[in-house]
């Protein structure tokens, strides 16, 4: 494995990208690079040492509306504020051959790590993420990320990735 996540570039390999989900595959091998080079979102990958992908998750600015959010998160929040900046983890995803090997673990640890690099530069309060399915928001509810009340969207406050992190 080549570490450490590298943004997606032509020369790597997405042809045999398999998560068992096609909208992930399908959006990793027909859209992605399409979604760069319009500037809506980053796509950061893990390859292996021949350049092959074996995981991805893609990141952009984003935001929730404050009616969207638990009363406990609103608490710190000048009310002036309807729309609240943060970063949407749009997509993340792991080879199934290589699923349960701490590698999803490791991406999103790598997307944490440069939200709250980018945060110091730029205000975002939160990372969302949009769970596929319900096996997804397990795996989000295990680092913490909170479900959204009037969405299947989940957040993680920056305040929080900042104690992971630290
Ligand atoms: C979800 C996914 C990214 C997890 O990656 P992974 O490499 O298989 O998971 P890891 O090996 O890093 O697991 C880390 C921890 O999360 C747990 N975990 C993994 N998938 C989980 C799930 N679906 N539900 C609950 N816990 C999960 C593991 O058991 C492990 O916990 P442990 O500390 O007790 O051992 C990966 O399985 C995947 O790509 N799935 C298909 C696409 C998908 O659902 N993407 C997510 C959001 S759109």
Do not use: W
């Not at 399409?34 to 292996?48: K, M």
């Not at 701490?102 to 790598?110: A, H, M, S, T």
Request: with cysteine; aromatic share 10%.
């Amino acid at each position: 494995m080549k570490l450490p996540t590298k943004l997606l570039e032509k020369k790597y390999d997405k042809k045999s990208f398999d998560c068992g989900y096609s909208l992930l595959n399908d959006y990793l091998k027909t859209q992605a690079r399409q979604d760069v080079d319009r500037d809506l979102s980053a796509c950061f990958v893990l390859v292996d040492d021949n350049d092959v992908v074996i995981g991805y998750y893609t990141l952009s600015a984003n935001s929730v509306k404050r009616d969207d959010l638990h009363d406990d998160l609103l608490k710190k929040l000048p009310p002036s504020y309807q729309d609240l900046p943060v970063v949407l983890l749009g997509r993340l995803a792991i080879h199934k051959r290589l699923q349960g090997q701490r590698y999803g673990e490791f991406l999103l640890i790598d997307a944490l790590k440069r939200c709250y690099e980018i945060s110091k530069s730029l205000g975002t309060i939160a990372i969302i993420v949009d769970p596929i399915d319900e096996k997804a928001q397990n795996f989000y509810n295990r680092y913490g990320f909170i479900l959204l009340p009037t969405s299947k969207k989940m957040f993680l406050p920056m305040k929080t990735i900042k104690e992971l992190l630290s």
